[in-house]
């Protein structure tokens, strides 16, 4: 069965500190791969994602992820981070044609991000 | 505003007990899907729907039934709760499968004793 993993379970970094989160998943075919974050107390929001085209996909509020299709991987980053980036982070996959269920998303565990001023 | 919308917010309900957690978006999305969130585990799908009058299953959907006899409504029937049941529920809604959950509901904390 398809899986997604997600390497840190917590990352606390300083701000203007670089950040790289780990992503890989589990799928020899066709994937749509996303990066979701959750702020404290609200609901998931869309950061980027990748379908096709460019392996190096920019998202909102400078975040950048890179598929690299030999590595299974989809690493999420940003240069600089900020106090407002503290949030949990979430990857997840669409394996296309898999099963037939198009809709099903798999995520990751997430990733907390803890960025101290 | 554009969005979807989730009903209740909180709410608490004794083992056994059924309830709707009802879900809501106004941007004509053919896709639509129900996770719940639980610690350390990220979000699991419960079932997904393409259209009205179209379901289908995801990863946990023991427990659950949902319909979807319009584009705007897709509401998530607990049968019979159980403690297991316990967790945050998020709706979701897209304009495709496989672009994935773009638009997601404030969510509902749902506890089960």
């Known amino acids: 069965a398809q899986s997604v993993s997600q390497h840190n379970h917590h990352v606390i970094l300083s701000e203007a500190a670089s950040l790289e989160l780990g992503c890989n998943y589990s799928y020899g075919g066709t994937v749509n791969l996303f990066w979701y974050v959750q702020y404290p107390g609200q609901h998931l929001q869309l950061l980027l994602k990748?379908?096709?085209?460019?392996?190096l996909v920019k998202g909102i509020k400078g975040f950048e992820a890179e598929f690299i299709k030999s590595k299974f991987s989809f690493n999420l980053r940003k240069p600089s981070v900020q106090w407002s980036d503290t949030a949990e982070y979430f990857c997840a996959v669409n394996a296309m044609n898999y099963g037939g269920s198009q809709g099903n998303l798999i995520f990751g565990k997430g990733t907390k991000l803890s960025v101290k001023p | 505003n554009a969005g979807v919308t989730q009903t209740p917010k909180f709410q608490v309900l004794k083992t056994g007990q059924s309830m709707t957690l009802q879900c809501a978006q106004d941007m004509n999305h053919e896709y639509m899907s129900w996770y719940r969130q639980d610690p350390g585990m990220g979000l699991r799908l419960i079932h997904y729907?393409?259209?009205?009058?179209?379901?289908d299953q995801g990863e946990v959907p023991n427990g659950y039934n949902v319909s979807r006899s319009t584009t705007e409504d897709f509401p998530l029937r607990l049968l019979s709760a159980a403690p297991s049941q316990t967790s945050v529920y998020f709706c979701?809604?897209?304009?495709?499968?496989?672009?994935?959950?773009?638009?997601f509901g404030d969510g509902t904390r749902l506890s089960i004793l």
């Open positions: 990748y379908f096709s085209g460019d392996p």
């Open positions: 729907s393409v259209g009205a009058g179209i379901t």
């Open positions: 979701a809604s897209s304009y495709s499968p496989r672009a994935g959950p773009q638009h």
